[in-house]
């Protein structure tokens, strides 16, 4: 019965952990579109269009080039993950330890690539390959509330279709079709007391990856060259998840199952006022509907847990500072709040966030461009509670992150 219970258990916290494939999960919501984006905290990415990565966030963007456009790029995610003042309690053996630990989080490498085509001086296509996740933590063995940790190790890849149509002027209309893959592998071990009696070291495995179909949608409104607004909506699709999930106990098991996660749809409307020759203001509002993700369900297992999240903002301001015709400097900030609000989890922390955001740009020629952009993510302490027959973990996570970027960008 126990490993019965801890099965179903450490099922739901690897689903947790699954449904960041495409969500940017729990956790951190980390952006890793561009460099030139992330050296001023993604304000004004859905109006400014300084290169081809602004389809991504709005497909509208491409009326403002006149010429095929190119970038290429990678960002690395860092993570540094702590449980602090926390505490676990074994009920098998009546005993209880330290949990504190400083030592989970990991780094992750997100490629990404983005071409526009315009075709006349009205329409324009373009193809864009991106991640919108990429994260590790892993517990390490000797860790007292191993059980509650383990390895989460999950990517994923957009890869998009956009098309855009200038109406007049001032107005441009954009869409496209996105196809998200994501994979992720995940291991949950037993509690040390049962692992001891059946020999055993996991009670989970599991490997699945899975598709999704979504769609996009982008407006750009120009009041002249040197303000304009754009918003952009992007519906974000249900990921089935195929899998196979290995039960260890006194006889091991094979299941395939298919995990279905909701992902929450993204409204985003931003602006661009190059006030001056030299400087330049941006902003963003995002809005991020995690009510969505009202529960857990596969298709054999049924209703996994209900967990009824909020919905969640972004908020980012920028400047722009154009020294010459070769070099841009670029910061920002942005706050992001919590998608959590009733269920806190040891292995995927999450807290309201804070960016700190600085980058450069360097033209070669006219034609083209290399972008630099460093983000230090803040974010809170909050306090964790899990616990199930067997045992219990209390305690304080904290989680922060350093993002950087590199980006080459050209014209034809």
């Not at 290169?51 to 509208?60: F, T």
């Not at 989970?104 to 983005?114: A, E, K, Q, R």
């Not at 995002?286 to 297992?301: D, P």
């Not at 992001?336 to 292995?347: C, G, K, L, N």
């Amino acid at each position: 019965m126990i490993v019965s219970f801890l099965y179903k258990r450490t099922l739901i916290a690897s689903t947790i952990a699954l449904s960041a494939i495409q969500l940017h999960a729990a956790g951190f919501q980390l952006n890793a579109q561009s460099a030139t984006g992330l050296g001023r905290a993604f304000a004004g990415d859905a109006a400014i269009g300084d290169n081809a990565s602004i389809i991504a966030r709005n497909p509208a963007g491409m009326s403002l080039f006149d010429r095929p456009a190119l970038s290429v790029g990678v960002e690395t995610i860092t993570t540094d993950i702590e449980v602090k003042d926390a505490t676990y309690v074994n009920n098998l053996s009546a005993s209880s330890a330290s949990a504190n630990t400083d030592n989970i989080g990991d780094t992750s490498v997100v490629p990404s690539f983005y071409y526009i085509h315009p075709v006349n001086d009205k329409f324009a296509w373009g193809v864009n390959a991106y991640s919108n996740f990429g994260t590790k933590t892993k517990f390490d063995n000797g860790y007292a509330g191993y059980e509650y940790g383990g390895k989460t190790d999950v990517t994923s890849a957009n890869f998009g279709v956009v098309g855009s149509y200038k109406v007049s002027e001032q107005l441009t209309l954009g869409a496209g079709i996105d196809a998200v893959y994501g994979e992720g592998t995940f291991t949950r071990p037993a509690n040390p007391a049962i692992a001891g009696v059946y020999g055993i070291d996991n009670v989970l495995e599991i490997e699945a990856d899975g598709w999704g179909f979504g769609y996009n949608l982008g407006l750009l409104f120009e009041l002249d060259q040197q303000h304009r607004f754009g918003l952009d909506y992007h519906f974000s699709p249900d990921i089935d998840a195929d899998g196979e999930v290995y039960r260890f106990g006194a006889t091991a098991t094979k299941q395939s199952d298919t995990v279905i996660m909701p992902l929450p749809d993204i409204a985003e409307f931003s602006g661009y006022h190059r006030l001056a020759p030299e400087y330049a203001l941006h902003y963003s509002i995002q809005f991020i509907r995690w009510s969505e993700f009202k529960t857990l369900s596969a298709n054999n297992a049924g209703t996994i847990n209900t967990y009824n999240w909020q919905d969640a903002w972004h908020y980012s301001i920028g400047g722009t500072y154009y020294m010459d015709n070769q070099w841009e400097l670029r910061a920002g900030y942005l706050y992001d709040t919590s998608a959590q609000a009733q269920r806190r989890s040891i292995s995927v922390p999450d807290s309201d966030r804070q960016w700190l955001s600085a980058g450069v740009t360097y033209k070669p020629d006219d034609q083209s461009s290399i972008d630099f952009g460093a983000t230090y993510l803040i974010g809170e302490d909050v306090a964790v509670m899990e616990s199930n027959s067997a045992s219990s973990i209390s305690g304080t996570t904290h989680a922060d992150a350093l993002l950087l970027g590199l980006q080459y960008s050209r014209s034809f």
